[in-house]
Each structure stands twice: as C-alpha cells, then as structure tokens.
C-alpha cells in the first residue's frame, strides 16, 4: 500500500526558507522508474507543479520560481524534500507530495500540509 | 509551456446523468511513442487527490468503468457516465510531455 505524508513548519515569515519532508512508504525511490513530485494549491485555487525527483537522481523544477527550489531525497529514509528560499506571502497555500512513476503520473498523492507566510 | 484550458469552471448536473469534462491544449500532446500525455485528477475535501486516467484514456488502478477518458492532439474529454454522490468533486487535467508540467484551472461538479 503506497502512502505518502507531508509536514512542514505550518508558519514562517518572509525572506525565510521553507522545508518540505515528505515520508512515504510503499515504495522505494532507488527502483526504476519511481519518482516523487511536489505541487501546490493556493486556498480555493488550482494546482501548480513545483519540482520532481527520479530514482536515479534527474530532478526538474518549475522555471516561474526561478532558482528558489532544491529538491532531494533520502532513499534510506523513503523521504523527499523541498527547499523554497525567500519566500513571501504568495508562497503560502497547501503543499502537496504525490508518487509518480515512468508510467502513471501522480498516482498516489500525500494529504498535503498548509504553510502561511506572514510578518 | 503547455497551456491546458477548462473552459467550464462549475458544471451542475443531476445524479446518475452522464457528464462531459474537457481540457484544451495550446499544442499537442502527442509524444513519438504513440501517447498522449494528458492525465485526469478528482479533489474532494478531505480525502487525498486522486489519480483517475493517464495517457489520456487509461484508467488508473481501481477507477470505475463510468470514468471514461478520450480525445487527441490538443482536445480532451472526461466523461462521467450514471454520475454518482461521489463524484461531485474537483476535476484536473495534467500535462506531462514537457516541463515544467502544468495543470488545468479545474472544473468543479455540482449537484443541480
């Protein structure tokens, strides 16, 4: 059974770094052909892409938020992480890990965790 | 990048009618491998998002007949046919054939 959980530090300010865990289990990210993806969704809005990891260590980010994303992993642990610097109060929504394979993409996704970027 | 357009924000339908849900590319989604690179997704409060069609008209694992995924090149429908309870939820389509990998706006299903 494939899960996934985030978590995340609920609230932090501008100019901060926010960083993302995602746990999952019923998978390995050191097989062939899995990977992990984060996204995002603004309260009451849609969904944005963010960044992704694959088994053997390719990783792709959304070129709108620059150079702001590290994403990386832990296959020991069965986590993935995401860095985002600087952010604003734009960056706050809910925060979204979900499994993506070569074949099925996004086929299994966490709960998600709210973050709130406030003064 | 790909832009995918919902043009329907709220679709309001009765139970057990059937329902069309499209998405439009700005350009083809058509890899050399023969596949479309469109998928289908179902947000419903308090449970995780759930993946329905991938490759444009593939059910994912445990998917309901009644989802029903079709279209080509830049025009995709999911249908939804004898509309249960349950299926009044939020619907996304999902490029994947070029990064950065975008989302529909999303169309949400409601209960006439």
């Known amino acids: 059974q494939v899960t996934l959980k985030e978590s995340g530090p609920g609230i932090l300010q501008p100019s901060q770094t926010l960083s993302l865990t995602c746990t999952f289990s019923?998978?390995?990210?050191?097989?062939?052909?899995?990977?992990v993806d984060w996204i995002r969704q603004p309260s009451g809005k849609g969904l944005e892409w963010l960044a992704n990891?694959?088994?053997?260590?390719?990783?792709y980010y959304n070129p709108s938020l620059k150079n702001r994303l590290t994403i990386s992993k832990d296959t020991s642990n069965n986590q993935a992480f995401l860095k985002i610097t600087n952010v604003d109060t734009a960056d706050t929504a809910t925060y979204y890990c979900?499994?993506?394979?070569?074949?099925?993409?996004?086929?299994?996704w966490g709960q998600g965790v709210m973050v709130t970027v406030s003064s | 990048q790909i832009t995918l357009t919902q043009q329907a924000e709220s679709l309001w339908i009765s139970p057990g009618e059937r329902v069309s849900i499209t998405c439009r590319a700005s350009?083809?989604?058509?890899?050399?491998?023969?596949?479309?690179?469109l998928s289908w997704y179902q947000q419903r409060p308090g449970q995780t998002t759930k993946a329905l069609i991938y490759h444009a008209s593939v059910r994912t694992d445990g998917v309901p007949t009644r989802f029903i995924g079709s279209g080509s090149g830049t025009e995709f429908t999911l249908s939804i046919e004898h509309v249960q309870p349950e299926d009044f939820a939020i619907y996304y389509c999902?490029?994947?054939?070029?990064?950065?990998?975008?989302f529909g706006s999303g169309t949400k299903l409601e209960i006439k």
């Open positions: 350009q083809s989604l058509l890899y050399t491998d023969g596949k479309h690179y």
């Open positions: 979900a499994r993506t394979t070569v074949v099925t993409p996004f086929d299994y």
């Open positions: 999902l490029q994947t054939l070029k990064s950065p990998l975008t």
């Open positions: 990891i694959w088994w053997d260590d390719d990783k």
């Open positions: 019923g998978f390995s990210l050191s097989t062939y052909g899995m990977g």
